[in-house]
């Protein structure tokens, strides 16, 4: 009984998850959830980083999401991003950026 818990747990972690994620909204819109990251310093370095596929990607679902906005629309629901189709595309670019920069910073530290 105790080695099924930690499954059932997953399970409902994973169900709370996809609920939240139909929750927030930017999924209707087509939008991934690192298209919706703050663009600070950190995020614009990453996104130069990008590979240019991933970074034209990038920038037609935010002009789709802004024209769809803008008409007080959202995407037919079989096209809304799904819970399991979206990928952090922009996360290992921006971790690294960070990781570079708290390197520097102990650097100079130095």
Known sequence: MASRAPAATGRLLVGARKWYYGLCGFNKL???????ILEDADVKEALRRLPENQYNDRMFRLKRALDLSMKQQILPKDQWTKY??????L?????????????????MKK
């Open 30 to 36: 087509g939008l991934l959830r690192d298209d919706t």
């Open 84 to 89: 399991e189709a979206d990928f952090r595309y």
């Open 91 to 107: 996360t290992p670019y921006l971790e690294e950026v960070i990781r570079e920069k708290n390197e520097r910073e102990e650097w």
